[in-house]
């Protein structure tokens, strides 16, 4: 959903005070950094050096992954950008610092043209716009690229050391500067939290950078100042990566959400509502008034009913309510015309996680609807409760049944069997044509 204008200008301008407070803070302190030498002494831990790079090695290599899942599921270049970005700086990691501190050596020249190499493709990722039309080839092209990139940065960078890293650095440090205001701009002109995050993330790396320059023998096993801004900047893209998830998460719950809404209305809510018009419009032809209009206020009644089950389904599974009340105001609404029973047994002992509550509400909602909607059951038990160690959840009917080879498993049980799956739940469902339908979610221990 796309955010209002205002609401986008607002949170640009705390983006933009929180900045400006990190850049002083950062000054502030490079400065005291400058004014006093024995600040940009390094410290001679080997052990901590190479710590502190497999962090930032996995933590790249976690960005680039997420980048690539997600330029999977929407092919924009921006994520692919990201995704070469991060797996070249993760790789330089690898490659030229790592697994050089493993057998004692220094790192070289090569680690700081691969990172910035990765930083110009991470720069590079907020000006792009746009889809690409072949996800899974550009996506194995980008991975191919990155990892092929490591050679030709070694023999660019053999033998090189002094000036060089110095210079290396202030290009480092340019780069991060593009990124930050890069990011910037397109948290201004989008709002994705995202952004704001890799703004951030980009300024703090800045300042790394600049503490590096100004340290002698700052791309050693030394321990630089400069490498604990970058731990930090490194802390902030795990927000930004936990983040990011979050907001992944939540936008497939909404479009699940959504999805199951829609499947409501459509075979619930719609019907009646065309048995309204249908008689109305038999009522404007001259129809019998004495037949019609029972039939109009059963529909009405069916459709305020209807309704009344979306609202109800929708505020349980925001988790406004207990799991317990939840199901059982649901139980009362669905059988307040008498049109079917339902008896509900419930261990208080069982204990379900706040996830699995959601999901068993959802297939305890659509094992009822589908009893009453197609199943024309009078009855129907459901059941929590443990066996052999196991919760378990069950709903039966009495209802006509179905041959579930025959129907192939519809929408509806799909969406069950889905659910009972994130959940890590082991979904089974039996049914005989004239003799009800019973289903089952044994859940994890």
């Excluded at 001679?44 to 899942?69: E, K, N, Q, Y």
């Excluded at 994520?79 to 991060?86: I, K, Q, R, S």
Aim: with cysteine; hydrophobic share 50%; charged share 20%.
């Amino acid at each position: 959903m796309p955010i209002p204008e205002d609401v986008r200008h607002e949170r640009f301008q705390s983006f933009l005070w929180a900045q400006i407070v990190l850049v002083a803070a950062l000054g502030a302190l490079l400065a005291l950094f400058l004014s006093k030498p024995s600040l940009q002494t390094p410290y001679a831990l080997p052990d901590l050096r190479l710590v502190l790079a497999t962090v930032f090695m996995l933590i790249t290599g976690f960005i680039a992954v997420l980048s690539g899942a997600r330029f999977a599921a929407e092919g924009l270049r921006f994520d692919l950008m990201l995704c070469a970005g991060f797996l070249v700086t993760s790789l330089s990691w690898l490659v030229f610092t790592v697994a050089p501190g493993v057998d004692g050596h220094e790192q070289s020249t090569a680690a700081l043209v691969g990172r910035a190499l990765g930083w110009a493709l991470i720069a590079a990722a907020p000006f792009t716009r746009g889809p690409v039309r072949s996800r899974r080839g550009a996506l194995a092209e980008a991975i191919a690229v990155a990892a092929g990139s490591m050679l030709p940065i070694w023999l660019v960078s053999r033998g090189t050391r002094g000036d060089v890293d110095t210079t290396m650095l202030s290009l480092l440090a340019l780069l991060q500067l593009a990124a930050a205001i890069g990011f910037g701009a397109r948290y201004r002109r989008r709002g994705e939290d995202l952004d704001r995050w890799l703004s951030f993330v980009a300024t703090l790396a800045i300042f790394a950078s600049l503490g590096l320059i100004f340290t002698p023998n700052a791309a050693s096993t030394l321990v630089a100042r400069g490498d604990f801004v970058a731990l930090a900047a490194h802390g902030v893209l795990l927000v930004a990566l936990w983040r990011a998830v979050r907001a992944a998460e939540y936008g497939r719950a909404v479009a699940e959400e959504r999805a199951r809404v829609a499947r409501d209305v459509h075979d619930g809510l719609a019907q009646y509502l065309f048995t309204i018009t249908t008689n109305a419009l038999m009522l404007e032809t001259g129809a019998d008034p004495a037949v019609a209009l029972p039939r109009l206020k059963d529909a009405a009644l069916a459709a305020q009913r209807e309704a009344r089950y979306a609202i109800l389904a929708l505020s349980s599974a925001a988790g406004r309510q207990p799991f317990d009340t939840a199901l059982r105001r649901y139980v009362d609404v669905l059988t307040a015309d008498g049109a079917l029973e339902v008896e509900i047994d419930i261990d208080p002992a069982i204990r379900l996680g706040p996830d699995e509550q959601i999901e068993v509400l959802r297939i305890v909602q659509e094992g009822l609807a589908n009893a009453r909607r197609h199943g024309d059951a009078r009855h129907a038990w459901v059941e929590i409760g443990e066996r052999a160690g196991d919760r378990y959840v069950a709903v039966r009917d009495d209802g006509g049944g179905f041959q579930p080879d025959a129907v192939g498993g519809g929408q509806g049980l799909r969406n069950m069997r889905e659910r009972a799956a994130s959940i890590g739940g082991a979904f089974s469902l039996r049914s005989t044509p004239g003799r009800g339908t019973s289903l089952e979610v044994v859940l994890r221990t």
